[in-house]
């Protein structure tokens, strides 16, 4: 089993490291850090973490590739999804828009169909 790296990118996730997602934690708290991990993070995640299947992930690996959807989309779909696995849809939702509350998009972040 692949070891997950920690949100530096570079060790693997350990408390003691403070590069880790506490499954604990608040899903707010959640949320922020799965959206510090770098776009080229995601992808092991998806693998990893959640119940993607591979083809599902190199799909939308693709679809980030050609502009179809925005990276940031797809981090907070990811984000999304972890935490609900630990704190329910709902937790994860309000996760979702507290953060987009404090953090506006990007220019050319537009809102994309759910990846």
Same mark, same amino acid.
């Given at each position: 089993?692949?070891?997950?790296?920690?949100?530096?990118?570079?060790?693997?996730?350990?408390?003691?490291?403070?590069?880790?997602?506490?499954?604990?934690?608040?899903?707010?708290?959640?949320? %922020?850090?799965?959206?510090?991990?770098?776009?080229?993070?995601?992808?092991?995640?998806?693998?990893?973490?959640?119940? !993607?299947?591979?083809?599902?992930?190199?799909?939308?690996?693709?679809?980030?590739?050609?502009?179809?959807?925005?990276?940031?989309?797809?981090?907070?779909?990811?984000?999304?999804?972890?935490?609900? %696995?630990?704190?329910?849809?709902?937790?994860?939702?309000?996760?979702?828009?507290?953060?987009?509350?404090?953090?506006?998009?990007?220019?050319?972040?537009? !809102?994309?169909?759910?990846?």
């Amino acid at each position: 089993m692949p070891i997950l790296v920690g949100l530096d990118g570079q060790r693997k996730m350990s408390k003691s490291l403070g590069n880790y997602v506490g499954i604990t934690q608040s899903p707010t708290e959640m949320f %922020g850090r799965l959206m510090s991990i770098s776009d080229e993070m995601m992808w092991p995640y998806f693998d990893l973490v959640t119940d !993607r299947t591979p083809d599902d992930v190199a799909a939308l690996a693709a679809q980030v590739k050609s502009g179809a959807i925005h990276p940031m989309d797809v981090k907070m779909s990811l984000a999304q999804e972890i935490i609900a %696995g630990f704190h329910g849809a709902d937790a994860a939702a309000k996760a979702a828009a507290e953060f987009s509350a404090n953090f506006p998009r990007p220019r050319g972040a537009g !809102r994309s169909a759910r990846a």
